[in-house]
């Protein structure tokens, strides 16, 4: 059974950069996206990135150019940097792991597990 | 197009049946995934694969899939099954993930 455990500073100054991290426990990161997702409050789920086994990331255009997803294989974690931190993005901040695959004319996804989520804000 | 558009909330009484949908042009070619959220808990995934339930997932919970809409029906619902529902899919690229709004479901 996959657990994903996260942990990064939960208050943060404007303009600062934004750190968390995501341990894997009970798996490899094969044949898998990592993902980061976030969650305003009282809001909706935000998709900001992913990475796969072999370094490939792919981001929310919304937020292309503050993100950078990182993956270390020996420590078998994945990391969030988003930069320039403003009040927009105080959320609850989730990584998770991601199946997609295509088969058949038909694709498909799913996020299972989810990491226990961290509240993050932006405060001056 | 980019977008799963929900409902923003529905309500059922107790112990009846309950259809939530979420329409976008990905659920052409993605079959959805279904999510519950409860206040303070992360997500946790009740619908995969168009009608698969993971393990511990009771079997009330079923999913459904026509040209570009999805749908989560909770057959029998019961008061613990009150909380927002979130569908996903990627778009037609296949390189972003999408979310829809969520669903606030009432159990009355």
């Known amino acids: 059974q996959v657990q994903l455990q996260q942990w990064g500073a939960g208050l943060l100054k404007p303009a600062e950069t934004l750190s968390l991290i995501c341990a894997v426990y009970g798996g490899s990161f094969n044949d898998y996206y990592w993902s980061w997702i976030r969650q305003p409050p009282g809001k909706g789920l935000e998709w900001i990135g992913e990475?796969?086994?072999?370094?490939?990331?792919n981001y929310n255009p919304s937020l292309k150019s503050r993100v950078i997803i990182s993956l270390d294989t020996s420590r078998n974690q994945f990391s969030l940097r988003l930069t320039s931190v403003s009040a927009a993005d105080t959320a609850v901040y989730y990584c998770?792991?991601?199946?997609?695959?295509?088969?058949?004319?038909?694709?498909?996804?799913?996020?299972?597990?989810w990491g226990q989520g961290t509240l993050v804000t932006v405060s001056s | 197009s980019s977008e799963l558009t929900q409902d923003p909330a529905v309500s059922v009484a107790l112990g009846q049946t309950v259809r939530i949908t979420c329409q976008g042009d990905?659920?052409?070619?993605?079959?959805a995934s279904w999510y519950q959220q409860k206040p303070g808990q992360a997500p946790i995934l009740v619908i995969y694969?168009?009608?698969n339930r993971p393990s511990g997932i009771p079997g009330r919970f079923s999913g459904s899939s026509s040209g570009n809409t999805a749908s989560l029906t909770i057959t029998g619902a019961q008061a613990e099954d009150e909380a927002d529902y979130y569908c996903n899919s990627r778009d037609s690229s296949g390189d972003r993930v999408i979310f829809g709004g969520g669903t606030k479901l009432t159990v009355l």
């Open positions: 990905s659920l052409r070619s993605y079959y």
């Open positions: 998770a792991r991601e199946k997609a695959y295509c088969s058949g004319g038909n694709c498909l996804n799913w996020f299972d597990p």
């Open positions: 990475i796969n086994h072999a370094g490939r990331t």
């Open positions: 694969d168009k009608n």
